[in-house]
């Protein structure tokens, strides 16, 4: 069934249709114009061959509305959708759905990593903060966005984080699963969570775990694993652990080794459990303060003080290309076909059991402790003739006395008599920020260091209600 008018040249008798900006696995986007507004826009047209669908049609304008209700700094901006009719070789009508963008210059965090060179760690953390903030913003509105990768960030001409593509995955699978009608698994190979390699639910800490994924490419110059195929891929994310980036970038300090691996948790239980959270440790390693996620290097230096990071280093660092024809596109497969491959995949894992699963009589499986009471922890680590030893280190989100983390971790096999370390809250360590709004910088800084906080970077800008060399405001508030 082929298409007379294949490419409409204005849509909604409004929006006119310009040159392709890019193409990916679902959808096209072109350069458009509103011209009852007259500004310049993107369209982002689905796939025609998926516009003969009803049921995914059913979905695109379902998801689409719910896209064109995120209203967020760091967002793309939706600001209409709609369809337009079509008329097929045979006469028939055919709906072609559409969702009309805001249009943002700059690149996408893809081109900045085409070498393969990392990005500066404090300007990646930035960079991060910024998709977090926008996925706290969509989680709260029931929105998952599913396919976070660089090529779905934007990096505007002023430094601006700008996430695209909310609803589009959405619009491929119901709520509860990844698994399309066709049984593929949306995403893109190596920023998977292991939950939506297995073809399982997904919620929002699916969308954290490919976060973890985008931060340890900015500060290493690779996803964290790399192998041949895409189900290879897939198989390490539900599998293996990922060394931390240090490994690969000796700039990554420990605090930000901390940070990525605890977003990269095999269990979503064990991960950051919110982008919030996630936000607010990223913030600690960028500002010198302790974070709360664990240390891969050594378990005493949880609880140290870390590094501070220098001024971010910004989009300035590397040229800003002109737009580019790919930068509203995929990078990479963003669909892990079903079929023989998954097959191979299940035969893979299966074999992985056999060989781990036939362990030693003296071999004893840790259980999870993580969130019992102190008490009950050990009473349940006895049960299974382990020893147990406390080392106490403040948390903000574990109350005091119960078990923040354990070494080695749940799942594990370890000798009978083996001893399992146990970090168990010492209670909450974080002050108020004092309001300095208004204040001179001395001042400022004096009333921080009462509230044993250190002054961070300092930045001025015009601001004709605060008089001169005074506060605007902190951050954090």
């Known amino acids: ?208 775990y490919s976060a973890g994924c985008l931060l340890f490419e900015l500060i290493t110059g690779r996803p964290p694993f790399v192998a041949d195929s895409a189900v290879a891929v897939a198989y390490q994310h539900v599998r293996e652990n990922p060394n931390p980036p240090s490994t690969f970038n000796p700039m990554v300090p420990d605090s930000v080794d901390q940070v990525v691996m605890h977003s990269l948790a095999k269990d979503r239980e064990h991960r950051y459990q919110s982008a919030d959270e996630f936000r607010t440790d990223i913030e600690a390693a960028r500002n010198g303060r302790r974070v709360s996620a664990y240390s891969p290097r050594s378990a005493g230096a949880a609880g140290a003080e870390t590094e501070y990071l220098g001024a971010a280093a910004g989009p300035g660092t590397r040229a800003m290309a002109p737009v580019d024809a790919g930068r509203y596109g995929d990078s990479g497969p963003s669909v892990l076909p079903g079929g023989p491959d998954r097959n191979v995949f299940g035969l893979i894992a299966f074999g992985v059991w056999k060989l781990t699963g036939s362990g030693d009589a003296q071999l004893v499986t840790v259980r999870n402790v993580t969130g019992m009471e102190q008490a009950k922890a050990t009473e349940t680590l006895s049960g299974l003739g382990l020893q147990s030893t406390v080392t106490e280190e403040p948390s903000n989100t574990v109350p005091k006395g119960n078990v923040i983390r354990q070494d080695p971790a749940a799942n594990t096999q370890v000798d009978k008599g083996s001893t399992v370390t146990l970090y168990v809250s010492s209670g909450s360590d974080s002050v108020a920020v004092p309001d300095l709004s208004g204040k001179s910088q001395d001042d400022a800084q004096t009333a921080l260091e009462v509230a044993g906080l250190k002054l961070g970077q300092v930045t001025t800008r015009d601001d004709p209600k605060v008089k001169a060399v005074r506060v605007i405001d902190t951050n954090p508030k």
């Open 1 to 208: 069934m082929e298409l007379v008018n294949e490419s409409p040249r204005v849509l909604g008798n409004r929006y006119e249709v310009g040159d392709l900006l890019g193409r990916g696995g679902m959808a096209e986007v072109h350069l458009g114009r509103d011209t009852r507004l007259g500004r310049t826009v993107a369209i982002k047209l689905l796939r025609i061959d998926l516009a003969r669908d009803p049921t995914f049609q059913a979905r695109f304008r379902r998801e689409a509305q719910s896209a064109a209700g995120l209203n967020h700094p760091a967002i793309v901006a939706v600001y209409d959708t709609g369809e337009e009719q079509l008329v097929d070789g045979h006469g028939g009508i055919v709906a072609l759905p559409y969702i009309v963008m805001e249009y943002v210059e700059g690149k996408t965090l893809r081109d900045f990593l085409v070498d393969g060179n990392p990005l500066d760690v404090g300007y990646a953390l930035d960079v991060t903060a910024g998709v977090l903030s926008a996925l706290e913003y969509s989680h709260r509105s029931g929105i998952v966005h599913r396919d976070i990768k660089p090529a779905n960030v934007m990096i505007g001409p002023r430094g601006e984080v700008k996430v695209m593509d909310f609803g589009i995955a959405r619009a491929m699978a119901d709520a509860s699963t990844t698994m399309t009608q066709t049984q593929a698994v949306i995403g893109t190979a190596q920023y998977l969570s292991p939950e939506q390699a297995r073809g399982e639910t997904v919620d929002a800490r699916s969308d954290l």
